[in-house]
């Protein structure tokens, strides 16, 4: 079966300081791999996508993304944090499954930064 | 920007009673999804539909609970009686059909949260 996997629950940083969360998926098909963000009280929304191509994916506010196929990873980073960022963060990963993408999400990574 | 609606925001209930949510997809958008949200967990899909057909209810727990999409827009998700342990968030999303780029990008509304006592 499908599943993700978040390697942290909790992360505390610094401004300025660099991220990187980890996310491993397993599933032996094609996939499409997303981060989505929930800021605090609102809604999860789309951070970055990863379809085909450049394995590494720009998305907004100065995050990216890696897919590293080899490894089933899709890590995501930033060179440096703004108190504005603190929210969680999901991976996900996508697959057709009776002809119908299907989204699983990993547990979440909380980001706290400390200004 | 179109959104997902979603009511009501909150919900409190007492254990044996019945609840119903209620979410509309941003237009367009043939696949509709439910998923359910604990503390702290990552949101578990509860069901897909297809239009107003159910493509996985593999994680519903059908014998509480119910999902309609009659006319292949809006939805309803039921749960009748609620449990102290289905508090959570209730998430609704919509995407695109097919499986070509840019259909697997879900887009979710606020969400319903239910406090069952």
């Known amino acids: 079966a499908q599943s993700v996997s978040q390697h942290n629950h909790h992360v505390i940083l610094s401004e300025a300081a660099s991220l990187e969360l980890g996310c491993n998926y397993s599933?032996?098909?094609?996939?499409?791999l997303f981060w989505y963000v929930q800021y605090p009280g609102q809604h999860l929304q789309l951070l970055l996508k990863y379809f085909s191509g450049d394995p590494l994916v720009k998305g907004i506010k100065g995050f990216e993304a890696e897919f590293i196929k080899s490894k089933f990873s899709f890590n995501l980073r930033k060179p440096s944090v703004q108190w504005s960022d603190t929210a969680e963060y999901f991976c996900?990963?996508?697959?057709?499954?009776?002809?119908?993408?299907?989204?699983?999400f990993g547990a979440g990574t909380r980001l706290a930064v400390h200004p | 920007e179109a959104e997902v609606a979603q009511s009501p925001r909150y919900k409190i209930t007492e254990k044996s009673q019945a609840v119903a949510f209620w979410c509309d997809p941003i237009?367009?958008?043939?696949?509709l999804y439910w998923y359910r949200q604990i503390l702290g967990q990552g949101p578990e899909l509860l069901v897909q539909?297809?239009?107003?057909?159910?493509?996985?209810d593999s994680q519903l727990p059908k014998d509480r609970f119910s999902a309609e999409r009659l006319k292949g827009v809006d939805s309803t998700l039921k749960i009748q009686p609620a449990e102290l342990g289905d508090s959570a968030m209730y998430l609704c999303a919509s995407s695109l059909r097919g499986a070509g780029p840019n259909t697997g990008e879900l887009f979710f509304g606020e969400g319903s949260r239910l406090t069952v006592l």
């Open positions: 237009s367009g958008h043939a696949t």
């Open positions: 539909f297809q239009d107003e057909s159910v493509v996985d």
């Open positions: 599933y032996g098909g094609t996939v499409n």
């Open positions: 996900a990963v996508s697959s057709l499954s009776g002809g119908y993408n299907k989204l699983i």
